[in-house]
């Protein structure tokens, strides 16, 4: 049987526990010249979180990148319990292939609790129903762009303005952008689910912002980029398979790395996530 996108995500983020602490993950596709980074950081946030207790939530996590993974072997998750406070549980997680760790992941998880409570209003935006779809957008480039056009994805991804790839006709313009996402599907009602889902989906567009201030788009020759760090901070529940706001900027980039942060709101104004991230950018002279 044929699995949707969305069911193939969910089926690669349940991973095979093989002993107390270490979890085996796979890649979907094995074709793919390297796995794709979110799909490595919403694993070993799976990995962690089923070594917590199932009423403290994540909270934060900070990751890095450090090696391209092999999408043809499995990734083995090795978890360290590091803390199992009264309120917090704080865990370290490396993701091992071919005898080397290719990612690093800190998680922090909490015992929710009540406190002061403020947020940043939710910036104005359109209904993510009156945009066109990712295939839409990028359908004046589909033949240059290949298999990488027409894959199937498992988040439904809609670009407020031009998509990226037209910057390169259009020229430079303010590094930012707003993109609606949400889960191509209905998910099941797992919180650990919906959270390792969102960080799957927030590694995709995220550096795109820092190329849109230079009038590049990855994809264009010579063009070289990769994330080297990430973090998530969640504020609120949320569900992965409703429409949320990411609302992303580039504030610096230099020395060949490029720097974006990202806040994710849901429908109804909710600031559910923070993300930053740092990507190595080499651009053809």
Sequence with gaps: MTLTPLEQLVDILDLEPIEVNIFRGR???VTLPRV???QVAGQALVAAG???PADRPVHSLHAYFLRGGDPSVPIIYDVDRVRDGRSFSTRRV????????????????QLPAEGVEHQLPMPPSVDPETLP????????????LGEWYSRPRPIDLRYVD???????EKGPRDPSQQVW???????????LLHVCAVTYASDMTLLESVLLGHGLSFGMPGLKGASLD?????HRPFRADEWMLYDQDSPSASGARGFASGRLFARDGRFCVSVAQEGMLRVPR
């Design 94 to 109: 490396v993701a091992v292939q071919h005898g080397q760790p290719i990612f690093h992941l800190a998680a922090s998880f």
């Design 181 to 191: 996402m949400r889960a191509d599907g209905k998910l099941p009602d797992e919180p």
């Design 27 to 29: 890649s979907p596709d």
């Design 50 to 52: 089923r070594t917590v």
């Design 162 to 168: 031009d998509p990226p790839r037209a910057a390169r």
């Design 36 to 38: 794709y980074g979110g």
């Design 133 to 144: 779809t990712f295939q839409e957008r990028y359908a004046p480039y589909a033949d240059e």
């Design 230 to 234: 990430h973090a998530m901070w969640f």
